[in-house]
């Protein structure tokens, strides 16, 4: 589906993303708001195009309750501009809310950060196994996983930057500090949905921490850190499941990371999860 530019009034400039400008809108029609992603798409040559195209109808593929819904995109071809139309997060992201903790001096309670593990685990299930092709999302962090206005988490910004940047490789990543850079990735191996499972721990981590598990002085100096996998213990207030799930997301060898329905069927998250729900 195509809509056209006119369909959307345009509120305000959020801010830059991964990989374009991030506007406010409304849908005229309905009044609803929704989030404009503008790529600018003239830079790009025939292939990346058309590998732009087919990565945004995976997106409306992706129809879950933890993933930021696609609605729509409007392809304005005097600007060469794509919108990518997306669903409105009321609560904005984590990497905020992780921020708003500092500056307080507070921590976030150990049911939310459990309903975050889940739900984000919810999302990474749908991507890795119940879409035609399986989508690894590559950028999981705290600035791309979103609240919804019940509380739900849901997460964004699905792997377009991969096609909108030149290079994946460990390189590419020093376009943001690679926090959640897993072992294998920073070795030159291949990305896999194991290397997803590592950032959602380093994403869990920081949620009880409010910092990285693994942080350098520069690129090298993080690289050695992951590779040595030393991490302290999170905030002695929360639980010992809650440390020891973290510390199994952050398996060196990959093989030994669980997979979503592994986790989702943990008895740690299992007893943890019934409590919450
Ligand atoms: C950490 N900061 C960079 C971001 C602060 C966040 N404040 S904010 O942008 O005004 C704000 C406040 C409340 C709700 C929302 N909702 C929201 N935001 C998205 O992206 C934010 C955007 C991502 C790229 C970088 C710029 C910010 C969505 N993407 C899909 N659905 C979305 N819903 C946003």
């Known amino acids: 589906m ?5 369909d959307y009034e345009v509120l305000n400039v959020i801010g830059t993303g991964s990989f374009g400008t991030c506007y406010k809108v409304r849908k005229k029609s309905n009044g609803c708001l929704y989030v404009w992603k503008a ?14 195209v087919s990565e945004v109808n995976l997106l409306s593929e992706l129809q879950h309750p933890n ?4 609605f729509d995109r409007v392809i304005h071809k005097e600007t060469a501009t794509l919108y990518i139309v997306m669903e ?25 950060i459990w309903r975050v593990l889940y ?12 879409l035609s092709v399986t989508v690894l999302h590559r950028d999981i962090k705290p600035a791309n996983v979103f609240l919804d206005g ?12 991969r096609i909108l940047h030149d290079d994946t490789s460990f390189a590419q990543t020093l376009v943001g500090t690679p926090y959640y850079m897993s072992p294998e990735v920073i070795k030159g191996g291949k990305y896999n949905n194991k290397s997803d ?8 981590y920081e949620l009880c921490s409010l910092s990285p598990p693994f942080m350098g002085q520069n690129i090298k100096q993080l690289a050695l850190r992951i590779k040595e996998r030393k991490f302290s213990r999170i905030p002695a207030h929360y639980s010992d499941d809650l440390q020891k799930i973290i510390s199994l997301l952050l398996s060196t060898d990959h093989n030994f990371r669980p997979t979503t329905e592994m986790i989702l069927q ?7 999860i019934a409590q919450e729900t």
């Open 2 to 6: 195509s809509g056209y530019i006119e």
């Open 39 to 52: 790529v600018g798409y003239s830079g790009l040559s025939e292939e990346k195009k058309q590998l732009l």
């Open 67 to 70: 993933i930021v819904q696609y």
């Open 88 to 112: 409105w997060c009321k609560g904005g992201d984590l990497s905020t809310l992780i921020n708003k903790c500092k500056k307080s001096s507070s921590f976030l309670d150990e049911g939310f």
């Open 119 to 130: 739900q984000m685990c919810r999302a990474l299930q749908a991507c890795h196994w119940q």
């Open 150 to 161: 019940a509380g739900n988490v849901k997460l964004g910004d699905f792997g377009l930057a």
């Open 197 to 204: 499972i590592w950032s959602l721990g380093c994403l869990v």
């Open 266 to 272: 943990h008895p740690l998250v299992v007893t943890n």
